[in-house]
């Protein structure tokens, strides 16, 4: 559907609030074990399922030494969502280089934040396409919670804020008038869990079919979204 680098994405580039964990997963082979082992599991059996005894069993490890980790499943899966964020921002920065038309530009960002499936080999312990499948039906789970507001205190929503801002940013590009840009960033970004969500299991909530993992027809929805509210706004 859309370009995707094959620059690497090295772990620099990553934001993750150091609260988030207890020890730094990233430094050392079972931390990135967890990860790894995390994706496949949650993808597998959902959140609610998701236990860290289960998680033990499936990469032969202690339960206490997970918590060592993190504090609590929550945390690890908010840790998860943060991962993606900061990677769906890399695409976003990379295949929007160079380019002037603010109108390419989020038809490009749009495709990225649909279609973000594509594995990062730099970074062989993350499978970004199990990662996406977290994201559509899982990521709601990690901010919609009684400690938002001290989690936001503490930075865990700056990777998602920057997204949204980097989307705002654009639209204001189109139309620098127009009254609510980060609305709209948020639920363009919201819309496409949803949407695909929706066409797989309660398909009565949308108009559009995801078949394959294509996902095309969700970019299309937003697509015309955006222009129409866009280009309509500005004719006013």
């Known amino acids: ?3 995707i680098s094959n620059r690497m994405f090295v772990l620099s580039e990553l934001y993750i609030p150091e609260g988030l964990y207890l020890k730094d997963p990233l430094q050392s082979k079972l931390g990135k074990k967890i990860i790894s082992h995390s994706i496949i599991l949650l ?6 399922s998701f236990t860290f005894k289960k998680l033990g069993k499936a990469m032969a490890s202690n339960e206490t030494t997970l ?3 993190f504090e ?6 908010l840790y998860l969502v943060v991962w993606y964020w900061s990677w769906v921002s890399y695409l976003i920065d990379f295949n929007t280089m160079n380019i002037e038309d603010p109108n390419r530009k989020l038809d490009l960002i749009i495709d990225n934040i649909v279609d973000a499936t594509k594995e990062n080999p730099t970074v062989e312990f993350v499978n970004e396409k199990l990662l996406h ?4 039906t899982e990521s709601s789970k990690a901010y919609h919670t009684k400690s938002i507001d001290e989690e936001n205190k503490h930075g865990f929503y700056k ?3 920057n997204l949204i801002q980097k989307i705002a940013d654009v639209i204001l590009e189109i139309d620098h008038k127009f009254p609510y840009p980060h609305s709209l960033a948020s639920n363009l970004f919201e819309m ?10 309660l398909p009565r909530l949308t108009d559009i079919k995801v078949q394959n993992e294509n996902f095309e027809e969700v970019a299309k929805l937003l697509k015309f979204y955006t222009q129409r509210i866009l280009l309509g706004d500005m004719k006013k």
Do not use: T
């Open 43 to 48: 993808e597998e059996i959902g959140f609610e």
């Open 1 to 3: 559907m859309f370009y």
């Open 192 to 201: 496409v869990n949803n949407e695909i969500y929706f066409a797989e299991h």
């Open 67 to 69: 918590y060592r980790y």
């Open 72 to 77: 609590n499943k929550h945390l690890l899966l």
């Open 133 to 136: 499948r977290i994201i559509i």
């Open 159 to 161: 990777s998602y804020k």
